[in-house]
C-alpha cells in the first residue's frame, strides 16, 4: 500500500511544475518542523553552535533550515521521471575532469560525499553524465519505501548494492564503476577511527580511504549544493592520494582526515545544507 501511495505522490509531483513543487514542499516541512522532537531540535542547534562558532539566533536558524530543506529535496526525488529528461540543464557538475582522470588509470573510482545538499540527485546527475555510479545503500526499515527509492535510484541511472556487500563493490570497481559512499555520519566505534572533525574528535568511517587504498588511486571528495536560482552544482575536487606505506592504518587515517578537511569547508560555506539533526558525536559521548 506504501509503495503504491508514493508511487502515485510521484505521478501527480511529475505533472506540476518544479517551482510549485519546490513551494509546496518547503512550506510542508516547515509545517511540520514543530512536531520534531524538542530533544533533536536542541541537538542540531547545539551542534551548530559548537563546530561553527555562532551565536543562539543563528544557530536556530541555520538547524531549522538544514531540517526545512528535506521538504524541496523529497519532491525532487518524485520527480526525477522529468528531471532526468534534462539533467544537464537541472545539474551543473564542475571537476568532471577530475574524475576522467581517475577512471582513466582504469582501477575505477572512489568519491567521498556526504549528506549535504541533495545527495540522491548528485548521484543521478553523474549516472546521466555518463560515470557508471554505484549507489551505496541502506537498506530501509520499511520494505516498501526501500523498494521505491532504490527503482528511482536505478531510474536515473545508478547500480545500487547494500552497504554490507562489499566485496561486490571491489569487483565492480575493478571493472572500472565508481563507488559513491557517504562519509560523514557516526558509525560504530568497532568500524570506525577517531579523527578530527569541526574542532572535535570524532568517530568517522575508513571506507572511502581503505577501498581507494586498496586499488591504488586517490579519493575524489564530491559535494552538491543548491543555487540560488533552483538548480544544483555538482562540486568534484582534485583526488586526495592515500599513502602505501607498512602502516596500513596510519595510511587510511591520513587520507581520510584529508577528506574530513574538504567536508568541513564546504560545510562552513553551505552550512544549511548539511545533515544537522544528526547525532555527530554519539558513539564518543557515550565513552565519556
Request: charge should be positive; hydrophobic fraction near 45%; include cysteine.
Amino acid at each position: 500500500m506504501t509503495y503504491h501511495l508514493v508511487r502515485f505522490l510521484s505521478f501527480i509531483a511529475c505533472l506540476l511544475p518544479g517551482s510549485f513543487c519546490d513551494a509546496f514542499g518547503r512550506i510542508l516541512a516547515l509545517a511540520l518542523w514543530p512536531f520534531l522532537p524538542a530533544r533533536r531540535k536542541k541537538l542540531a542547534v547545539s551542534q551548530v553552535a559548537m563546530c561553527l562558532g555562532t551565536d543562539e539566533e543563528e544557530s536556530k536558524r541555520i538547524a531549522k533550515e538544514s531540517a526545512v530543506r528535506f521538504g524541496p529535496m523529497l519532491f525532487e526525488v518524485l520527480r526525477f521521471p522529468v528531471i532526468m529528461r534534462r539533467m544537464a540543464d537541472y545539474v551543473e557538475i564542475e571537476g568532471a575532469g577530475h574524475l576522467r582522470e581517475v577512471l582513466s588509470q582504469g582501477k575505477g573510482a572512489v568519491i567521498a560525499t556526504g549528506h549535504t545538499g541533495n545527495w540522491e540527485l548528485m548521484g543521478g546527475a553523474l549516472s546521466q553524465a555518463g560515470f557508471p555510479i554505484i549507489g551505496v545503500a541502506m537498506r530501509q526499515r520499511d520494505a516498501a519505501m526501500d523498494r521505491f527509492i532504490n527503482e528511482y535510484r536505478r531510474l536515473v541511472g545508478m547500480h545500487i548494492i547494500y552497504k554490507n556487500d562489499v566485496r561486490e563493490m571491489f569487483r565492480m570497481m575493478k571493472e572500472g564503476w565508481v563507488v559513491g559512499l557517504l562519509a560523514d555520519q557516526d558509525t560504530n566505534r568497532h568500524d570506525g577511527i577517531v579523527l578530527d572533525f569541526l574542532g572535535r574528535p570524532t568517530n568517522c568511517v575508513p571506507g572511502p580511504a581503505t577501498m581507494a587504498r586498496s586499488a591504488g588511486i586517490g579519493i575524489i571528495p564530491g559535494y552538491i549544493t543548491r543555487k540560488k536560482d533552483g538548480t544544483h552544482k555538482i562540486i568534484l575536487h582534485a583526488p586526495i592520494e592515500v599513502p602505501r606505506t607498512k602502516d596500513k592504518r596510519a595510511d587510511i587515517r591520513a587520507a581520510q582526515q584529508a577528506v574530513n578537511r574538504v567536508l568541513e569547508q564546504h560545510i562552513r560555506e553551505h552550512p544549511e545544507e548539511w545533515f544537522w539533526l544528526h547525532d555527530r558525536w554519539k558513539s564518543l559521548r557515550k565513552e565519556s
